[in-house]
């Protein structure tokens, strides 16, 4: 089963093509990423309207890339994906509409998938993982523990009240003074200074939910940084060790709390699951690593051009639910918020009705 995935949702324009084969093995064909990311470096963050225009101009041009790169033609594929939400809107559009019309005119089945989704699913790309999982999400946009517990069942055990985690890094960042995106600069920064000479709060800390708090520890840190202006490297350098070790304090104490609700609902993970762009940092990779040993389990940290977005996971998941023979019409909509959780919701409203028959 091959499928062309394409991903729109934030800076990104991506495309890319993966086989599935009847034992739900994995190979990606290809995967092409083109990133936004000097478009919006001089406003320091995404700027959504600039972001839909670069999907516009590129999109075609890396589809196209992505088509010939796996050796393959348009009636050669046997369905397409896109991303059909979270996001911002105006990339959604440019992304499903793009996808709707290939899937037209080629009379394909198109399948709307969900970016969290295809986040979840990627570790059965590359590693095979067998259901249940417990996964943990950090990007700029989401930090969520979630249990993977079947296509489309998700059941969110953990959340962030405020900010996102890598948003965390990349407001630390530009506080500071350093570029964007700000996780690897705040981790670069890191590597020199002494996490122990601030001492920031552990939001959450200790607590029996899975849920995150971020937006506190990032005003101790401005509060920190204000108190001793001007700031010469070194302090620079101190602040980002300790903004990262408080939160790499964090997620350990909050996963801690996640694992402990999944094996109470559904017994031992498979697999401890990284995913998203703050699993490139290596602290806390580590600390996930200790986490799934602690826990009798196995870490499975997809490669970092998996971990960030791109359009393998996208047609991934797009194989596995088009395997299971869930396809969408061309009248889906996209999404600019999308819940994980709903699309287990619509799936036990299915599975009633049909029931009911
Ligand atoms: O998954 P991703 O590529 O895009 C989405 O947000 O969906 O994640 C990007 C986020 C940014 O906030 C970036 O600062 C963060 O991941 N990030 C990191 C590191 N590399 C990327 N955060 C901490 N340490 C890193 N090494
Ligand atoms: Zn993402």
Known sequence: MIVLGIETTCDETAAAVVERSEDGRGKILSNII?????????????????????????????????????????DDLDGIAAAAGPGLIGGVIVGLTTAK????????????????????????????TPFPYCLFLASG???????????????????????????????????????????????????????????LPRPMQGR?????????????????????APLSDQDVADLCASFQQAVVDVVLDRLR?????????????????AAG????????????????????????????????DNGAMIAWAGAERLALGMTDTLDVAPRARWPLDEIAAAKGKLQRTAAYK
């Open 101 to 128: 019309a290939i899937a037209m005119v080629k009379r394909k089945p198109l399948i709307a998938i969900n970016h969290l989704e295809a986040h979840a699913l990627t570790a059965r790309l590359t590693d095979a």
């Open 141 to 199: 946009g989401h930090t969520q523990i979630v249990a993977v517990r079947g296509i489309g069942d998700y059941v969110r055990l953990g959340t962030t009240m405020d900010d996102a985690i890598g948003e965390a890094f990349d407001k630390t960042a530009k506080l500071l003074g350093l570029g964007y995106p700000g996780g690897p600069q705040v981790e670069r920064e890191a590597l020199r200074g002494n996490p122990a000479r601030f001492a």
């Open 257 to 273: 709390a996640g694992l402990r609700l999944f094996r109470a609902r559904y017994g031992a993970p498979t697999a401890l699951v």
């Open 277 to 308: 762009g703050v699993a490139a940092n290596l602290a806390i990779r580590k600390v996930l690593h200790r986490l799934a040993f602690e826990v009798g389990s196995v870490l499975v940290a997809p490669p970092l051009e998996l971990c960030t």
């Open 34 to 74: 083109l990133s936004q990311v000097n478009e919006h470096a001089a406003f320091g963050g995404v700027v959504p309207e600039i972001a839909a225009r670069a999907h516009v101009e590129a999109l075609d041009l890396i589809i196209g890339r992505a088509m010939r790169e796996a050796g393959q033609d348009f």
């Open 208 to 228: 029996k939910d899975a849920d995150f708090s971020l937006s506190g520890l990032k005003t101790a840190l401005r509060l920190e940084a204000e108190k001793i």
